[in-house]
T-cell receptor, first 114, second 111 residues
Framework: DAGVIQSPRHEVTEMGQEVTLRCKPI?????LFWYRQTMMRGLELLIY????????DSGMPEDRFSAKMPNASFSTLKIQPSEPRDSAVYFC????????????FGPGTRLTVL | AQRVTQPEKLLSVFKGAPVELKCNYS??????LFWYVQYSRQRLQLLLR??SRESIKGFTADLNKGETSFHLKKPFAQEEDSAMYYC?????????????FGGGPQLTVNP
């Protein structure tokens, strides 16, 4: 198993553009998490899904951020419009069951908004 | 609301020296705490969990409910321990659970 897959690995865009980050969780995992990592704030949970249903999106910074999970094998995190302060590494993680403590992380997407 | 605090951003020690990474938490429920580690160019991964009371790669962490702490310790640091270390607290909602991470220090072990 390749583990959690994220694409792209690096994204450079200009302010105001739409950015879409993609995640493929480990097959059979029921929970999926989106995190943002910055030097100032560390690792922040943005949103998580159980069985494709969003459970807690209180970490989503503002309306410019949206996340979807149309099926068990795919999720997207979209930023529209993007701003320089969105520059960060965005991680996706999955876990087998909602009550499981171990989360398996993807390699992350490094986003730079100019 | 739950909160995890890791006061250090950068921590540097010499090889063979003891190392302690501090973690404090606040949570109204029964805490479940973990340490995750991210080595250079590798994925973030689970290091240890308090319920297992295990030692992984020489690291141990004891949950102190009185002090609301879960500090990570190793008596003799090695160069390969250089990494980002995140303390995490699991909290429960009606439909599931999630992890709240601290800010995570970058540990550098110098030769």
């Amino acid at each position: 198993d390749a583990g959690v897959i994220q694409s792209p690995r690096h994204e450079v865009t200009e302010m105001g553009q739409e950015v879409t980050l993609r995640c493929k969780p480990i097959s059979g995992h029921n929970s999926l998490f989106w995190y943002r990592q910055t030097m100032m704030r560390g690792l922040e949970l943005l949103i998580y899904f159980n069985n494709n249903v969003p459970i807690d999106d209180s970490g989503m910074p503002e309306d410019r951020f949206s996340a979807k999970m149309p099926n068990a094998s795919f999720s997207t995190l979209k930023i529209q419009p993007s701003e320089p302060r969105d520059s960060a590494v965005y991680f996706c993680a999955s876990s087998p069951h909602r009550s499981t403590d171990t989360q398996y992380f993807g390699p992350g997407t490094r986003l730079t908004v100019l | 609301a739950q909160r995890v605090t890791q006061p250090e951003k950068l921590l540097s020690v010499f090889k063979g020296a003891p190392v302690e990474l501090k973690c404090n938490y606040s949570y109204s429920g029964s805490p479940e705490l973990f340490w995750y580690v991210q080595y250079s160019r590798q994925r973030l991964q689970l290091l240890l969990r308090h319920i297992s009371r295990e030692s992984i790669k020489g690291f141990t962490a004891d949950l102190n409910k009185g002090e609301t702490s879960f500090h990570l310790k190793k008596p003799f640091a090695q160069e390969e321990d250089s990494a980002m270390y995140y303390c995490a607290l699991r909290s429960w909602e009606t439909s599931g659970s999630s992890l709240t991470f601290g800010g995570g220090p970058q540990l550098t072990v110098n030769p």
